[in-house]
Nanobody
Framework: VQLVESGGGLVQPGGSLRLSCATS????????IAWFRQAPGKEREGVSC????????YYADSVRSRFTISSDNAANTVYLQMSGLKPEDTAVYYC??????????????????WGQGIQVTVSS
C-alpha cells in the first residue's frame, strides 16, 4: 500500500487548497481513506474520511461545511477540497488507508497505512 499526498502550500486566510492522495498497491474500492492533520505541539486529529465502496463520508466538526472529501475511483485518488481556510488549519496533513469499513463511531480508529504528509500553511 502506497499513499502520496500533494497539493499543499501557503495560502491566505479565506483561501482554498485541494489536497490529493494518490494510492497504489491495493484494490481501491475495498478501502477507507482518511485525512488527518497535526499542528506543531498538538496531537494528531482526524479531519475526514471516505468509504470508497459507497463513498459515505465523515468530517470533524471543525472542518464540516468548509472541507469536502471526494474520490476519483478511476484514478485511485482521494481529494480534500479545503475552502474558507483559517490560520488554525495550519498543519501537516496526512492521508491514511485501512480495509475496515468506517462509520460515525469508528472513523478515527487506527489506520494501517500512511502517507508521508504534506504541509499546509494558512497565513497572511
Amino acid at each position: 500500500v502506497q499513499l502520496v499526498e500533494s497539493g499543499g502550500g501557503l495560502v491566505q486566510p479565506g483561501g482554498s487548497l485541494r489536497l490529493s492522495c494518490a494510492t497504489s498497491g491495493f484494490t481501491f474500492d475495498d478501502y477507507t481513506i482518511a485525512w488527518f492533520r497535526q499542528a506543531p505541539g498538538k496531537e494528531r486529529e482526524g479531519v475526514s474520511c471516505i468509504n470508497l465502496s459507497e463513498r459515505s463520508t465523515y468530517y470533524a466538526d471543525s472542518v464540516r461545511s468548509r472541507f469536502t472529501i471526494s474520490s476519483d475511483n478511476a484514478a485511485n485518488t482521494v481529494y480534500l477540497q479545503m475552502s474558507g481556510l483559517k490560520p488554525e488549519d495550519t498543519a501537516v496533513y496526512y492521508c491514511a488507508a485501512d480495509l475496515r469499513y468506517r462509520d460515525g463511531t469508528n472513523w478515527l480508529d487506527e489506520y494501517h497505512a500512511w502517507g508521508q504528509g504534506i504541509q499546509v500553511t494558512v497565513s497572511s
